[in-house]
């Protein structure tokens, strides 16, 4: 089910920019030299909290990207982003592909639609090509999730009022292909990575999860499980000198009892952001509250909980960035195996340099403390540390 509409959307854009007038893009190679904590990582089946994991140092090809516009008319623009991961399921594959119509508007007001696949707005950091922070290597256990489990494969909606120093926007959308969100935070928990899921892909679950007798488990998430759509809505208010808010209730309104090769997650919930900036400092905040739910069968229903927020200050001097993120993660399962809740911290810091434009050195050091029960199926204790420090070197082009 979900392959049709992503070869859709991939086909349009691709028919649509051989016509354009505008073309513009770009591309990196981003690689890493990773030293981490002794834990299984979770995109290898383990409860580690950090994108790497088994102890020890190591060379890695975090990913390399293609990026580009096609600027069809004034009014239209083709997005798509393409990229390649060493364990994605696919040799190459799209991140977001869309088409946007914004037609030109001489008053205050404004307004666009655009259809296709994108991430919806959630994220105060990653705002950098390949959805991607200028920051930090990994991003907040929010913005990670998001990564990893949301995509919006429909359409959205925007319209926007524009003052002498202030901006107000307001965006809906209804999208589909998206009723598994939530079975990571359900069977996982919080992690903090940068590896995003891509539209072909799949996500690694817990081995401690598995179906019996196999020894891994993965989920598609991008299926359309209910044939029921789902929607968010959004406001933000942004001033020229004081920065924006950022206001968003997302539900994908799936079935909970629904199955058809996945089962669905009825996942909802709210998110609210700051990104304020004085003088060279820049400081960002965001916090989200919500709920998954799963009815396997037809016959009891368990939910889990979750909840997550973070705080990071940056500060720019030079060819040089330095930030600093604490974030706080929790899931609560009610009704539900009491193993999977979990709570926990953690600390990032982040030193970049960027002298030319086409390469960017970032040092980064995470430690996560966490307590999660589903630990003890792996012979571990619950609370657990872990640490992943990296050297990322990418390449513009």
Do not use: C
């Not at 330095?322 to 999977?340: C, G, I, K, M, P």
């Amino acid at each position: 089910m979900k392959a049709v509409p992503i070869l859709l959307v991939a086909a349009l854009g691709l028919a649509q920019a051989g016509r354009a007038q505008d073309i513009s893009g770009g591309g990196y190679i981003d690689l890493r030299l990773v030293n981490s904590s002794g834990e299984r990582a979770a995109v290898d089946g383990g409860l580690g909290k950090t994108r790497y994991g088994d102890g020890g140092n190591a060379f890695h090809l975090a990913e390399a990207a293609l990026y580009g516009n096609a600027q069809l008319t004034e009014d239209i623009l083709v997005f798509a982003d393409l990229r390649y991961e060493p364990s994605q399921r696919t040799a190459v594959d799209l991140l977001e592909s869309y088409i946007r119509y914004r037609p030109l508007s001489l008053s205050r007001w404004r307004w666009s639609v655009k259809a296709g696949a994108f991430f919806p707005p959630i994220s105060e950091e990653n705002t950098a090509p390949g959805w991607t922070s200028p920051w930090t290597l990994t991003p907040s256990a929010i913005n990670s999730w998001v990564g990893e489990e949301l995509r919006t494969i429909g359409a959205e909606a925007k319209a926007e009022w524009r003052g002498e120093s202030d901006r107000l926007e307001a965006e809906i959308a209804l999208f589909g292909w998206n009723d598994p969100a939530g079975v990571a935070l359900g069977e996982r928990g919080w992690v903090m990575t940068d590896r995003i899921t891509g539209l072909l892909d799949r996500l690694r679950m817990p081995n401690a999860v598995a179906f019996r007798g196999h020894s891994a488990s993965w989920r598609d998430l991008f299926n359309e499980i209910d044939n029921k759509p789902g929607w968010y809505a959004g406001l933000s208010w942004k001033h020229e000198d004081w920065g924006h808010l950022d206001l968003l209730y997302y539900d994908n309104e799936a079935d909970p009892a629904a199955f058809s090769h996945e089962y669905a997650w009825h996942t909802k919930f709210i998110s609210a952001g700051a990104n304020s900036s004085i003088g060279r400092v820049t400081l960002l905040a965001q916090v989200m509250s919500g709920d998954t739910t799963i009815q396997p069968g037809g016959d009891d229903s368990y939910r889990t909980d979750f909840q997550a927020a973070y705080l990071l200050a940056g500060y720019r001097f030079g060819d040089w960035r330095v930030a600093a993120r604490f974030d706080a993660f929790a899931t609560e399962a009610q009704n539900y195996d009491a193993r999977l809740s979990e709570h926990g911290t953690s600390e990032t810091l982040a030193v970049s340099w960027q002298a030319v434009d086409y390469l960017k050195l970032t040092l980064e050091g995470i430690r996560v403390d966490s307590f999660r029960t589903q630990r003890l199926a792996y012979g571990l204790t619950p609370g657990q540390v872990d640490h992943q420090v990296q050297l990322g070197a990418k390449f513009s082009f």
